[in-house]
């Protein structure tokens, strides 16, 4: 295998997330739009002795107190090796925010099977490191190729999508708040309120929403602070991703998006922010 190598976990937003209704398995039937930015985690792989999973960065020191083989690179790892730790080391330089809905550790998972399948021989077919992702968790199979994709099912059902949102500029917020998916999913009022528009992702960014917006506010206000804060710098669209608590707002300029993400620091100077062009 190389000797070293790293990939870019890339951030996932939800340009759009529409929640259609509850299935037989309990899980809700998801209608999404996935993008990524150009910025997030950093994963590099090395060989060693043994597996090995070292964490680094402003987020690292939360994830070094958990057991090493629940982490989804452990077991990204091992499902891509047929059930054994292959004898590499990871190093996570952990840049997002933990459970904050922008996929972190999923963008994390599929950039772990990227550098597996780039340094051993053969590689996996595609269909096969879908299958894995999947197996990993809802948003890892979008986040293989981290390109905009459409969503349904749990998120895990990919179709293809018009990419005319590449290089809009894009700031992250974030109240240094985790969120639980499973809560924010309980609140809301189980009512349909419809499906994704139509058209590219552009289209869908501008006419979607995102329905778990509400019922995530209702357990973090912070979220609705964000969101006032976002669209009066007068974005695209200010939008919550995820289940929270993240928040981004899109800007077709670089000087708009650099106003916006100094008026948050100066509003909000405890707050996380990550800014960058969407991929």
Known sequence: MNTHVNETAYAKINLALHVRGRRDDGYH??????????????????????????????FGASLAKEYVPDN?????ANLHQNGL????????EK?????????????????????????FVPPLPASRLH???????????????????MGRGTGTFLEP?????????????????????????QALDGVDHGPLPQGTAREILLNGRNDLEGPA??????????????????????????SGASCFAIYEDVESLMNASAEIASQRPTYWTMSGCLR
């Open 131 to 149: 299958d894995i992702a999947e197996s990993l968790g809802a948003d890892v199979p979008a986040c293989i190729n981290s390109v905009p994709v």
């Open 85 to 92: 730790a292959p004898a590499v080391k990871f190093r996570l």
């Open 72 to 76: 989804l690179i452990s077991r990204a």
């Open 95 to 119: 840049n997002l925010p933990i459970a904050s809905g922008l996929g972190g550790g999923s963008a994390d998972a599929a950039a772990a099977l990227r550098l597996l399948n780039g340094c």
């Open 161 to 185: 999508v018009k990419n005319d949102v590449s290089g809009l500029f894009c700031l992250l917020v974030n109240p240094n708040i985790a969120m639980s998916t499973g809560p924010v999913f």
């Open 217 to 242: 506010i209702s357990l973090c206000p912070q979220i609705s602070e964000i969101l006032a804060l976002l669209t009066k710098s007068k974005p695209l669209v200010a939008r919550m991703s995820g």
């Open 29 to 58: 039937e998801l209608e999404t739009i996935f993008a990524f930015l150009d910025h997030g985690d950093r994963l590099s792989i090395e060989p060693a002795e043994q597996f090995a999973l070292e964490f680094t960065g402003k």
